[in-house]
C-alpha cells in the first residue's frame, strides 16, 4: 500500500492518506528550540532538552502514538457539527476528509478539505528564534456564507521534567498556572519563582498569542475543554462551543483560543499562533510585533527553506533508481542532520527518557553530516574529543550544555565500553578530507578528567587503550560492551569487532603519519597491525567465517560448534573493511552472511537467535527473536555489509543489500514497514518474528549516517581523501551509469560517470575538462570550481 510520495524538486515527502500505519513524524527548530510533529499534526516541543525543557506535552505510547499535538478544531456555528484541520484527532470519515501532508525540511504543511471548507496549517520554528509558528488558513468553497469557529488546542506540560509532568503528579499538578495579560496566553511552571532572562525557560515561561482575529474566548484548563470523559476526537466543549476565559491555577493546561470567522463564499482568512519562550514581557510582545503578521511570517518559511536547502545541496546526484536519489539527494541527508542534532532523545520513541550524546552514537553521526556542514561540524567534533579521557577510552555520555572538559570524572573501570573512541578512526579523517584541514590534527584539546593532547595524540591514546587491554589471545577485552550494547565480555572475554576495529584504526593512524611525515609514527602503527593480524588469524577465523568473541572462561562465540548466533554479521563485514580477511576468507564470510543472514528486509545482526547463551556474555537473549541484537535486523550493520561487498567488488551485491532497508524501496509498500518511507530506522524484526518486516525506532539511529556514507562514498564511490577525491564507484551492472554534482573544497564539480560495457567497478582515468589523468584520484590541483569530470567503469 502507498500512502504517499516523493517530491525532490520541493524536498518534500507528500503524505496523500493521512491514515499512515502509524503516525509518520517529522522535525521543527533547532538544538535551543525542538519540535516534532507528524503529519496528524502531534508531537510536542522543547528547549534544548526533551526529558527536562519539554513543555509541549506528548503521552508516551498512547493510542495513537502522536497526541496530543497542535491541533486547530473547526466549528460549524450553524450546523454544531466540528471537526479537525489535520485529519486527527477528530477524525472524520475519510470519504468525505481529504487531507494531504508535506513534510519539508523543519516545516510540516497539512492540507485538508471537509463540508466545503479548505484548511491549510503549516507548521515552523523560524530559522534561529525559539518560538514557533502556526499558521492556519481557513477558505470556504461552499456557495454560501459560513461561519467557523477556529479552537486552538495544545497541552503544555507543568513543569519541565518529562518524568514528574507524566508521573509524579503529587508533585506537577500544582505548580503551574495560566493567566490571559494583554491578550496573550501566559504560562507558567513555579509561578512565583523570577525568571532568568538569559534562560527564558527556567522556570518554565511560555506565551501564545493568537493573532488574525480577536480571540473570541479562550480556556486554559484541560477538563474544561475536554470533560473529565471527553476525547481528543470529542471535547465536551465543542458540544456547545463556549469556552470559560477560566485562568487555572495548577491542573492540566491547555492553550484554548477560539477565533470566530464569518467567510463568504470564496473567501480566505488567514490565521497565525505564535508559541515561544520567555513571557509575554520579557519576549511575547517583542516577538508578536516582530514577526506576528502574514508578511514576516512567509519570509520567515522561505528563509528556513532556502537555509536547510543550501545544505542539502553539496551532495545530488542522478542515478536509474529515483527512490534511491530521494533518500541520497533530501531524505537520508536531512535524516542525517536531525540525527546529528538530537543523537538519540528526541522523537515519538525516545520521548525523552535519553538525555546528551550517547558518545559513540554521535561520532559516529558525524559521517552523516561531513558533505552537509563542513567547518561547521569542527566544534562538534572537538566536544567529542574532550569527552576522552586521558587513559584512550571515553566517557559513555556526554552532555553538551554543561561538559567540562579537564574536571570530568572518568568512568569507572567497569563502564567503559571497548568501541566508543575507535570511532574517531572513521570520522576525524572524513572531516579532514572533507575540508583539507590537516593541520586539525596537531590541534591540542583537553581530555574529558586531566591532561591534554594534540588530536593525533588522542588518537593515539584511542589505540592504546585497546591494545593495553588484550584478553587471553591477544585481542582486544570486550569490556561494558562493543558496539553491540549487548556484547558483555567482560575484561578478559574478547571482542572481534573491536579486534577490526582496531586493526582498521591502526591503518587510518599509519596513513595519517606518512601524511604529517612522522614515519616514527607510522611505523609504531604499522608494527602493531602486524602483531595484531598474527593474534587474529590464530584465533578469529572458523573454517567458513569469522567467530564473535571469545568469553572469560576462552569458549569462542560465533562458531559452527554452537547452536545459536553461530554467524554475526559485523565481524564478516569489518574483516572486510579493516582488511584483516584474507582474500580467500573473505569471499567465504560474504558467502556465509548471505546464506545464515539475509532475509527480503535486509540481514539479521547474527543467527541463529540466542535462547539459551547466557545473558552475561549475549545480554541480547533478553529480546524476543528476531529483533534487536538477537537476531534481528539491526539496520546500522547493513551498511557495512554494503561497504565489504563494494570493497570486494561486488556492486550488485551491495546494491541488493542497501535496496533491502532503504526506506524509499518500501514506499509502495508502506504497510511493511509501517514507519515513514522516508526516515532509517534502527531494526526490523526478522522472519523468525511473527512481526516480520516491521520496523522500529524511526529517525534516531545509526543507521542514518552510515547508509548515506556506504551510498554516496561506497556505492557511488565518491570519496574525499585528504590529496583530491577518490572516484571509485561500485553499482549495480544494469546501472548504465549515473551523475554527482558535489561542492567539495569549495568548489562545485560535476562527476559523469558511464558504465557502457555493464560492470560494477574499475576507473582507469579520470578525463577532467578533456585532460586525461591516470588511475581514479581527482587531485586537489585539478579541482577547479565548475570541472566536469568523466570516467568509465571497465571491470579490474
Ligand atoms: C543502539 C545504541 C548504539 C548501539 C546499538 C547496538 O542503536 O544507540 O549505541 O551501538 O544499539 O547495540
Redesign the pocket.
Known amino acids: 500500500m502507498q500512502f504517499g510520495h516523493f517530491d525532490d524538486e520541493a524536498k518534500e515527502y507528500v503524505v496523500t492518506r493521512p491514515d499512515t500505519p502509524r503516525p509518520w513524524s517529522n522535525y521543527l527548530g533547532s538544538t535551543e528550540y525542538g519540535a516534532i510533529i507528524t503529519n496528524n499534526a502531534g508531537g510536542y516541543s522543547f528547549y534544548r532538552s526533551a526529558a527536562n525543557g519539554r513543555f509541549l506535552r506528548l503521552r508516551s505510547n498512547a493510542v495513537p502514538l502522536d497526541q496530543p499535538g497542535r491541533y486547530f478544531y473547526l466549528r460549524d456555528r450553524q450546523s454544531g457539527e466540528f471537526w479537525s484541520a489535520s485529519w486527527q484527532p477528530v477524525g472524520k470519515p475519510l470519504d468525505r476528509y481529504k487531507s494531504v501532508c508535506r513534510h519539508g525540511t523543519a516545516y510540516t504543511v497539512i492540507t485538508s478539505q471537509y463540508d466545503s471548507i479548505e484548511m491549510e496549517a503549516t507548521y515552523f520554528v523560524p530559522l534561529g528564534q525559539t518560538f514557533e509558528c502556526w499558521r492556519l488558513r481557513v477558505t470556504n468553497r461552499s456557495q454560501k456564507a459560513r461561519t467557523i469557529s477556529v479552537y486552538t488546542y495544545c497541552e503544555f506540560a507543568s513543569v519541565g521534567s518529562l518524568y514528574n509532568d507524566l508521573v509524579n503528579l503529587q508533585y506537577s499538578m500544582f505548580v503551574n498556572k495560566a493567566d490571559m495579560i494583554d491578550g496573550m496566553l501566559a504560562i507558567a511552571s513555579h509561578p512565583y519563582e523570577p525568571m532568568d532572562p538569559a534562560n527564558p525557560a527556567s522556570p518554565g515561561r511560555y506565551w501564545m498569542k493568537l493573532i488574525g482575529a480577536p480571540v473570541a474566548a479562550f480556556e486554559t484548563l484541560r477538563d474544561h475543554f475536554l470533560g473529565n470523559y471527553g476525547t481528543y476526537a470529542n471535547p465536551e466543549a465543542l458540544a456547545s462551543g463556549k469556552l470559560t476565559n477560566f485562568q487555572t491555577a495548577g491542573e492540566n493546561v491547555v492553550g484554548v483560543q477560539q477565533a470566530d470567522l464569518d467567510l463568504k463564499p470564496g473567501e480566505t482568512r488567514e490565521l497565525l499562533i505564535l508559541l515561544g519562550l520567555g513571557t509575554p514581557d520579557s519576549h511575547g510582545k517583542a516577538v508578536v510585533g516582530q514577526f506576528g503578521n502574514p508578511q514576516r511570517c512567509q519570509i520567515e518559511l522561505d528563509k528556513l527553506k532556502q537555509s536547510w536547502h543550501s545544505l542539502l545541496e553539496s551532495v545530488r546526484v542522478k542515478t536509474p533508481d529515483a527512490e534511491f536519489d530521494s533518500m541520497v539527494n533530501v531524505w537520508n541527508a536531512y535524516n542525517a542532520l536531525i540525527t546529528y542534532a538530537w543523537s538519540?532523545s528526541a522523537s515519538l520513541i525516545y520521548n525523552g527518557e535519553r538525555d546528551g550524546l550517547?558518545f559513540?552514537?554521535t561520532v559516529q553521526d558525524f559521517l552523516g553530516v561531513t558533505a552537509s556542514l563542513k567547518e561547521k561540524m569542527r566544534d562538534r567534533l572537538e566536544l567529542m574529543l574532550t569527552g576522552q579521557v586521558e587513559s584512550g577510552g571515553a566517557m559513555p555520555l556526554l552532555k553538551p550544555f554543561s561538559h567540562k572538559p579537564g574536571h570530568e570524572p572518568a568512568p569507572a573501570k567497569e563502564h567503559f565500553r571497548s568501541d566508543d573512541a575507535l570511532w574517531f578512526f572513521n570520522a576525524v579523517p572524513a572531516y579532514v578530507a572533507e575540508t583539507g584541514e590537516s593541520d586539525f590534527y596537531n590541534k591540542v584539546l583537553p581530555y574529558a578528567d586531566h591532561g591534554q593532547a594534540t588530536v593525533l595524540g588522542h588518537l593515539r591514546r584511542a589505540l592504546e587503550f585497546n591494545l593495553e587491554r588484550v584478553g587471553r589471545n591477544g585481542l582486544p577485552c570486550g569490556l561494558a560492551?562493543d558496539?553491540?550494547?549487548?556484547?558483555n565480555l567482560g575484561y578478559t572475554g574478547e571482542s572481534v569487532m573491536v579486534a577490526f576495529q582496531v586493526r582498521f584504526g591502526l591503518g587510518v593512524y599509519a596513513d595519517i603519519a606518512a601524511h604529517l611525515k612522522l614515519p616514527q609514527e607510522e611505523k609504531w602503527a604499522v608494527d602493531q597491525r602486524e602483531k595484531l593480524d598474527k593474534a587474529i588469524q590464530g584465533i578469529c577465523w572458523d573454517g567458513q567465517w569469522f567467530i564473535w568473541a571469545t568469553g572469560k572462561d576462552g569458549t569462542i562465540y560465533g562458531t559452527k560448534n554452537l547452536e545459536e548466533g553461530k554467524v554475526y554479521i559485523n565481524t564478516q563485514a569489518w574483516a572486510v573493511i579493516s582488511g584483516a580477511a584474507t582474500p580467500a576468507q573473505a569471499a567465504l564470510a560474504m558467502k556465509s552472511m548471505k546464506e545464515y543472514l539475509f532475509t527480503p528486509y535486509g540481514l539479521m545482526l547474527s543467527a541463529p537467535p540466542f535462547e539459551k547463551t547466557p545473558k552475561s556474555i549475549m545480554g541480547g537473549v533478553v529480546y524476543n527473536k528476531g529483533i534487536?541484537?538477537n537476531a534481528g535486523i539491526?539496520n546500522?550493520p547493513q551498511s557495512w555489509a554494503v561497504m565489504a561487498e563494494c570493497i570486494l567488488g561486488h556492486g550488485d551485491q551491495a546494491y541488493e543489500y542497501y535496496r533491502a532497508f532503504m526506506p524509499a524501496a518500501y514506499n509502495t509498500r508502506a504497510e511493511i514497514r509501517q514507519i515513514e518511507p522516508y526516515a532509517h530506522a534502527?531494526t526490523t524484526y526478522a522472519t523468525c518474528s511473527p512481526n516480520a518486516g516491521k520496523a522500529r525506532?524511526p529517525w534516531l539511529?545509526?543507521t542514518v549516517a552510515w547508509s548515506y556514507f556506504a551510498a554516496v562514498q561506497y556505492i557511488l564511490g565518491i570519496r574525499p581523501e585528504i590529496d583530491g577525491l577518490r572516484i571509485d564507484p561500485c553499482i549495480p551492472k544494469a546501472w548504465p551509469g549515473f551523475e554527482m554534482r558535489r561542492d567539495f573544497r569549495g568548489r562545485k564539480i560535476t562527476i559523469k560517470i558511464a558504465n557502457p560495457s555493464g560492470k560494477c567497478k574499475g576507473i582507469r582515468n579520470l578525463k577532467v575538462n578533456g585532460k586525461i589523468i591516470p588511475g581514479n584520484l581527482l587531485p586537489i590541483s585539478e579541482l577547479t570550481d565548475g570541472a566536469v569530470i568523466e570516467a568509465r567503469i571497465e571491470g579490474d
Not at 558496539?483 to 556484547?487: A, G, Q, R
Open positions: 538519540r550517547g559513540r552514537d560492551a558496539w553491540n550494547d549487548c556484547c534487536k541484537e539491526f546500522h534502527q525506532v539511529t545509526g
